[in-house]
């Protein structure tokens, strides 16, 4: 379990980057709500982007993103509408 108590706005999130160094292929990254990923939306795109390209699933437990579930078919179509935004 990874705490990350910056500020979402904040490039400098060393429990983030520590978090998704530590993913692997088959892993599910869980977070609170979405805007506690991404410091922008395209900051957000780009770490959605580099989850799907390793296999690793996202689940919003909370907020505008909790409908994301990428383990499921649903969130699997809301990560490639991330992934073409990129």
């Not at 999130?13 to 599910?28: E, F, I, W």
């Not at 506690?36 to 799907?52: F, K, M, P």
């Not at 909370?62 to 699997?76: C, E, F, P, R």
């Amino acid at each position: 379990m990874y705490e990350d108590k910056a500020s979402g706005k904040d490039d400098d999130r060393p429990p983030l980057v520590s978090c998704l160094k530590a993913l692997r292929h088959g892993d599910t990254l869980i977070v609170w709500k979405l805007d506690r990923l991404g410091s922008d939306l395209r900051h957000l795109v780009n770490i959605v982007h580099d989850l799907t390209e390793r296999g690793i699933g996202l689940k919003v437990l909370t907020g505008q993103g909790a409908a994301i579930d990428a383990t499921a078919a649903s969130g699997k179509l809301v990560f490639g509408i991330f992934a073409a935004l990129r």
